[in-house]
């Protein structure tokens, strides 16, 4: 899938499913709930113990549109696409990473903080800019900053709730990626995934309500 492509289904999508965790297997079953809540684009943290193998046994899923997240060298990018990753997304900006992306055919979502990074980001070529940390203004910083930069596909994530990807679509987000809001890390433990699958409808159906 290439960057246009994947931009498409993201935006029709609004929504991602992110996923941080120090446990493989349990790396699976809270995916598995989160599929099973609706999300069929979802993101594997490169933190996560054998987080290849996560990504090339979903991406073999029909349906579904895996990414990689915390991808912080180009070697990481290579071995996320050749295990079937079909975007790439950082916490910084890398230009090497997001040029190696476009070399690969792929989407690139590097984190940026500032508009000032996000006009990096986007001359770079990045395709999407990820919203990371939120600051504490929150839809409002989405709102300012698309003003003088409408051009900007700006994608929130950390800070992202059931109670305010709402206010971030309306305020021109591209779309919104749960991290911890979905996958709370007491209901991982506990193997409380069924929590997490009724708490990934609910999302979707919030985010589903934004035309």
């Known amino acids: 899938m290439n960057p246009e492509e994947f931009k498409k289904e993201l935006r029709l999508a609004k929504a991602s499913a992110i996923l941080r965790t120090s446990d493989n297997q349990a790396a699976r079953n809270a995916m598995d709930a989160a599929v099973r809540g609706g999300f069929r684009i979802i993101e594997f943290t490169m933190t996560i113990p054998d987080a290849l193998d996560l990504i090339r046994y979903y991406s073999q899923r029909d349906g579904l549109l895996v990414g990689a997240g915390t991808v912080l ?6 071995s996320a696409v050749e295990a079937g990753a079909c975007y ?7 230009p090497d990473i997001i040029h190696e992306a476009a ?12 508009p ?15 919203l990371f940390p939120a600051p504490g203004i929150g839809p409002a910083f989405v709102q300012q900053t ?16 059931l109670e305010n990807a709402g206010d971030f679509l309306n305020a021109g987000s591209f779309a919104v990626g ?4 979905l996958f709370e890390p007491e209901d991982i433990a506990a193997g409380h995934f069924d929590v997490i699958e009724n ?3 609910d999302m979707l159906e919030a985010v589903a309500k934004i035309s």
């Open 178 to 181: 749960f991290v911890k809001s």
């Open 146 to 161: 698309l003003g003088p930069l409408p051009f900007l596909n700006i994608v929130p994530t950390s800070g992202v709730t």
């Open 116 to 130: 000032t990074e996000m006009l990096a980001a986007h001359r770079h070529g990045a395709q999407l800019q990820k």
């Open 88 to 94: 790439l997304v950082s916490p910084v900006i890398d």
């Open 199 to 201: 708490r990934a409808r």
């Open 73 to 78: 060298t180009v070697e990481e990018a290579r």
């Open 103 to 114: 070399a690969l055919g792929v989407a690139a979502m590097p984190g940026c903080s500032t």
